[in-house]
């Protein structure tokens, strides 16, 4: 989903990395392969904008990690002493980004937060390349990682925050998805972080078969020995997926991509929330698809998977997944329409606050929500999957959403392909899995502590610091 770079690689949708001054505005470039995930607006900033501001230059909303604190009730959390401290976020990209150490400090004063405790950047798989700012990839994968890095942070704002990079980039099947697994491997089995997000992914139909994708799966299995939790964002392309190295066609029938689909990871679909200038929701969210009549490609990717089989967690939605695992499994925030405002600096794009969406933001920001949970519980949670579908669509923590689908269309080989996605309903659904988080109310029911009890036992979780 993230996967930025010639193979079916993860092209962010629609047009591509447009580079722009703000507040003007000028034709993007054409579609460049890139990570999946992410879809940046036209305008960049020199200063954060209001959501006023974005509405009055772009015609549509920006979030800033402010509203969508609130947005996601967090705020009784950091009030109560829950903000993360004690836990690690472990964002794993491909390549990284040259500038995000100084962009991180520079987003934080942008929106008055505070500094993670601890930044820093690993490469366990081996050395990364030196960075092109030319190569679409690169700078495809350095907005990826400036949009995980600042969200997770934002989410958890007391949570260290641990940067693993690879060498070599993901596009479609097997690719560089062996240096991933390398890199997550050495994360867990050196106890360096306790939630792992990723926002990458290639569909299950461009592997050899599904012996190849199994063989990928150790650092997944490590992770649940070790209770570690992975999070895998679903993709930005709704039911179908890219089906070639250049990113330019894509399957004419479902399509879902792993390692969302793998039973042991997390899998963060997209929605569409609208919020006013204080984070309050002014409607209802829903499924995010920005052309529900058809003729573009942007929706919260989901699916069933065509490799593993129901598991026991999704017994309770079965008549939705049938014998097979279905995803997502929780989504959040993913539209373009009221995307996250990123800073960047490195070179190839310009310098300054962007409106990124994609299920490349979900996925950081349940990880920030993940590591607040961490430490409420005094240890980490691992696994989540079982916890989630034993509360289960609209129980507290976890509002369901029932409005919106996922059917995208596209022209392809001179005719416009149509691919029937997933409607929004009451339940579990394959369009947002079992429905949107409520920071607050889902920490308590994860972990049955009230938020009167923490406030006076500030528990602090004991992980090594990376």
């Known amino acids: 989903m993230r996967l930025a770079r010639l193979a079916a690689m993860m092209l962010l949708c629609a047009a591509g990395l447009p580079r722009l001054m703000a507040p003007q505005t000028a034709p993007p470039d054409r579609a460049t392969p890139r990570p999946l995930g992410l879809t940046v607006a036209d305008l960049v ?38 903000r993360g401290r004690g836990t690690t976020i472990a964002v794993v990209v491909s390549f990284g980004s040259p500038t995000i150490a100084r962009d991180l400090a520079a987003f934080d004063r942008g929106f008055g937060l505070t500094s993670p405790p601890s930044f820093k950047v690993i490469t366990p798989a081996g050395r990364v390349p030196p960075y092109n700012p030319h190569g679409t990839d690169r700078v495809g994968w350095a907005v990826e990682t400036s949009l995980d890095v600042e969200y997770a942070h934002a ?59 199994r063989r990928l799966r150790g650092a997944f299995v490590s992770a649940r020995a070790h209770h570690v939790t992975e999070l895998a964002a679903t993709g930005d392309t709704g039911p179908t997926s890219f089906s070639d190295i250049d990113g330019t066609r894509f399957f004419i029938r479902p399509a879902a991509i792993w390692p969302a689909t793998d ?100 996925s950081p920001l349940f990880a920030g929500i993940v590591a607040v949970a961490d430490q409420a519980n005094g240890h980490p949670l691992g696994f989540l999957n079982p916890r989630l579908y034993r509360l289960g669509s609209g129980s507290p923590g976890i509002p369901d959403i029932t409005l919106g689908s996922t059917t995208v269309s596209f022209n392809q080989n001179h005719r416009t392909i149509r691919v029937k996605g997933w409607q929004a309903r009451p339940g579990y659904d394959l369009a947002t899995g079992l429905g949107t988080v409520d920071g607050a109310k889902l920490v308590k029911a994860l972990t049955g502590v009230s938020l009167k009890s923490i406030a006076s036992s500030r528990h602090e979780l004991r992980t090594r610091n990376p």
Not at 164 to 178: F, K, R, S, W
Not at 296 to 311: E, H, I, N, Y
Not at 327 to 333: Q, R
Request: negative net charge; contains cysteine.
């Open 45 to 82: 900033y020199p200063k954060p904008p209001t959501m006023a501001d974005c509405e009055h230059t772009q015609k549509e909303p920006c979030y800033s990690p402010l509203q969508l604190q609130t947005a996601y009730d967090m705020k009784p959390l950091y009030d109560a002493g829950l």
């Open 155 to 213: 989410m958890a704002p007391a949570a260290r925050i641990l940067l693993v990079e690879t060498p070599v980039d993901e596009t479609i099947g097997v690719a560089g998805l062996p240096a991933i697994v390398r890199a997550e491997k050495y994360v867990i089995d050196h106890r360096m972080a306790n939630v792992i997000t990723q926002s990458f992914g290639a569909a299950e139909r461009t592997f050899p078969n599904p012996r190849s994708i």
């Open 263 to 362: 039973p042991l990871v997390t899998a963060v679909g997209g929605t569409s929330i609208h919020l006013d200038a204080a984070g309050e929701r002014v409607s209802h969210d829903t499924a995010w698809n920005d052309c529900p009549a058809g003729g573009c490609l942007s929706a919260g990717g989901g699916g069933l998977s065509m490799v593993f089989p129901r598991p026991p967690f999704q017994y309770s939605v079965r008549s939705v997944t049938g014998r097979s695992r279905g995803i997502p499994d929780i989504s959040l925030s993913a539209d373009r329409s009221g995307g996250a405002l990123v800073y960047t600096s490195f070179p190839g794009f310009s310098a300054g606050y962007h409106s990124v969406g994609g299920t490349s933001e979900a």
